[in-house]
């Protein structure tokens, strides 16, 4: 099931974790921001509301 990468093994990994890593960095900012612009808008809401 896994492929014999030989001589490569440690590059292709390391670039798949690279990868894993980055994303996993991505999807957490997009929450924290998400988060932030729900409780600014939140806030917002509470302002104008009478």
Do not use: C, H, N, W
Request: positive net charge.
């Amino acid at each position: 099931m896994i492929p014999d990468l030989g001589k490569y093994a440690a590059d292709v990994l390391s670039a798949y974790a690279i990868a894993l890593i980055l994303l996993i960095a991505l999807v957490v900012f997009s929450l924290r921001q998400s988060a932030k612009a729900r409780a600014a808008l939140e806030d917002a809401e509470k302002q104008t509301k009478p």
